[in-house]
């Protein structure tokens, strides 16, 4: 006979359950975005010169470590993509305030900005990784970047704080798997209950979740992922 289980458990399985749900659920999207991103004809080379004459040699020299991960990465499937387009950016980018490094409030780094400086806040990792999935041939339906609300200090303390993470999508009705600058392994969205999400949005579109309130406005952030695309493009990113 099969125990039900224990009350502690069913909790957690309730909880599991309505994050699925507010994943899953709730999303409808409000508006596309005016310039998308064509990753067809990248110019990797001009990219690479770029970050050379703006940032000198090192920063070249990170692009050019990005670039052999790329090439190694096309040798195995999708899911190991992630696998090590999540580690790379990790491990090579330190978490820095935008203040501290492009003396501004908020900025959106572009993948080059964010190479060459080694460092970057949520939304450049978030974008660096949303890019180098996109030049291995991830589609963009599967891609989304996300702006949550991450719950910080002890359990139950109500606080949280705004936050990005890429969302993978292996179906459009799946379960997303969370990339993280704040956890190194990638995980289901069930099993980051710390995460709220509050809308999503790609090089095709932006979607809004069921949240009532948000510190951000949809509209502001489109615009900066607007100059994001427009600069990449300058960039060789075309």
């Known amino acids: 006979m099969r125990l039900p289980p224990r009350p502690h458990r069913f909790r957690i399985l309730l909880g599991r359950l309505a994050s699925i749900v507010r ?13 998308g991103l064509s990753v067809a004809t990248p110019d990797l080379d001009r990219m690479q010169q770029i970050a050379r004459e703006r ?12 670039r052999r991960m790329l090439a190694d990465a096309k040798a ?9 387009v999540n580690t790379f950016i990790n491990r090579t980018t330190a978490f820095e305030d935008d203040s501290v490094v492009w003396n501004q409030p908020d900025y959106w780094a572009t993948p ?12 450049d990792f978030a974008i ?3 890019v180098s999935l996109r030049l291995l041939d991830v589609p963009a339906e599967k891609l989304r970047l996300i702006y949550v609300r ?15 993470v890429l969302g993978y999508y292996p179906s459009p009705d799946a379960e997303p798997l969370i990339l993280d600058n704040l956890i190194g392994d990638i995980r289901p969205a069930a ?17 809004v979740g069921g949240s ?15 100059s994001v695309l427009e600069r990449m493009r300058q960039e060789g990113l075309q």
């Open 23 to 35: 994943w899953r659920t709730g999303w409808a999207i409000v508006g596309a975005a005016v310039i």
């Open 55 to 66: 940032y000198g040699a090192a920063a070249a020299d990170s692009v050019a470590a990005w």
């Open 191 to 207: 099993r980051r209950p710390d995460l709220f999400p509050v809308f999503s949005f790609n090089d095709q579109g932006l979607w």
């Open 128 to 130: 660096a990784k949303y």
């Open 112 to 123: 080059l900005e964010t190479l060459a400086k080694r460092a970057g806040d949520c939304e």
């Open 212 to 226: 009532s309130s948000s510190s951000a406005d949809p509209t502001t952030r489109l615009s900066r992922w607007r």
């Open 76 to 84: 195995v499937d999708e899911q190991d993509r992630l696998g090590r």
């Open 150 to 164: 991450a719950s910080i200090g002890a359990p139950g303390s109500g606080v949280s704080q705004a936050h990005m």
